[in-house]
């Protein structure tokens, strides 16, 4: 599956081309490398979603192709986990392990992308982002992260493998926020500012019980941080969306891999294959009252974005866990790894808002800072404003 041999001990790597793809010369992302996640098409590259299974052709991604004649070089694809439905970096091909502490993981969907970041691979990373598969993993190995928008013109779906298309995201991953912010402008055309943090109104999200004591600690040093720097942060409230989160996606991502369930022994593994089964399964009037519990949840955000101009919450609830491990334990009790990660994370690509995902002074751990729909370039400014600081 992979190109000439390298050293890659977390199994970070789907395919590394003999050579690199490389960027137009003299464009603004010049000098730049990036890995490609493997869900998104690249012309004469295998493309495989981490699964045994088969999976179908989105066909070349405009975002990959775009990036290039900026002057970025494309250096391979990285792996994820299992057609992007997890959040650990599990896959057929054995999975990947976190950058710098053997044994646990990177996080996920987007393990591979955050790896080869946080090793120095590459300068940036395309990810995508369904539930927090850019956020879990870059808190984690100790990057950032941006999910923009949903469905920003700048980050098009097109020729990326889905896994649920109402709620995917495309965005990239990096050592630091001033790159993210370059790659950003240089897609969408913007030139990002710092921004001051002065009169910003901040809400606080740190629901009581749903992440260790170190990391409320460090979430609220970076609050913080933003007071002393000028910002009015006060403590909000927000409910756990996974009632409406799981059955769209599960029943979504059924029907992307409805020809690979229709075998005998589709060949995923066998919690990938449950979870899809379970989507599958749900019925219309299931999948309807998923929807109305959605628009639901997008009223009591958009009220709550009324009242602050960013969201200031954890990544993570825990530092990273070990390979393997599947409950984790909260000052509200045990909970499933699943449950607990994305309960923080779901909520922001159910309902679209722009995140980006901030390194905090706990090493991987990190906190996610929400902007409104569409003010991707106000969101960046002010993390920007934070950049190198944690």
């Known amino acids: 599956m992979s190109g000439p041999l390298v050293p890659d001990p977390q199994h970070a790597w789907a395919y590394r081309p003999a050579s690199p793809l490389l960027g137009q010369a003299g464009g603004p992302l010049s000098g730049l490398t990036f890995s490609i996640k493997d869900l998104y098409g690249v012309t004469g590259w295998p493309l495989h979603a981490s699964t045994r299974a088969p999976v179908p052709d989105p066909g070349p991604s405009p975002l990959v192709t775009r990036l290039l004649a900026l002057g970025a070089s494309a250096t391979g694809k990285t792996h994820l986990h299992e057609i992007a439905l997890g959040i650990t970096g599990a896959n057929g091909y054995g999975g990947t392990e976190h950058p710098t502490l053997p044994g646990h993981v990177p996080g996920g969907s987007s393990s591979g992308a955050a790896v080869s970041v946080a090793l120095g691979q590459v300068d940036f990373a395309l990810g995508t982002d369904t539930g927090g598969s850019i956020r879990i993993p870059a808190a984690w190995c100790g990057v950032a992260g941006f999910k923009p928008t949903k469905d920003h013109p700048a980050w098009p779906l097109t020729g990326v493998l889905p896994l649920a298309p109402s709620c995917d995201h495309t965005g990239p991953l990096a050592r630091d926020v001033a790159t993210l912010a370059r790659v950003h402008d240089a897609l969408a055309g913007t030139q990002t500012q710092a921004q001051s943090w002065t009169g910003v109104r901040v809400g606080l999200w740190q629901p009581e019980g749903w992440v260790t004591r170190e990391v409320a600690q460090a979430t609220e040093a970076l609050a913080g941080q933003l007071r002393t720097l000028g910002a009015e942060v006060a403590t909000t409230d927000f409910p756990e969306v996974l009632d409406a989160y799981s059955p769209t996606v599960l029943s979504e991502a059924a029907e992307v891999h409805r020809t690979a369930l229709a075998l005998p022994d589709p060949a995923f593994l066998p919690v990938t294959l449950a979870s899809l089964r379970q989507g599958a399964a749900l019925s219309a009037d299931e999948r309807a009252a998923a929807r109305e519990r959605r628009a639901a949840y997008r009223a009591q955000l958009d009220s709550l974005l009324a009242r602050f101009d960013v969201l200031l919450a954890p990544a993570v609830p825990t530092p990273p866990p070990r390979l393997g491990q599947d ?64």
């Open 327 to 390: 409950e984790i334990e909260l000052p509200g009790g045990p909970l499933p790894l699943r449950r607990a990660a994305l309960r923080l994370t779901a909520p922001f690509s159910l309902l679209g808002t722009p995140v980006v995902t901030l390194t905090t002074a706990l090493p991987f751990v990190g906190a996610q800072l929400v902007g409104h729909h569409g003010q991707d370039e106000r969101l960046l400014g002010l993390a920007l404003s934070l950049d190198g600081s944690q």
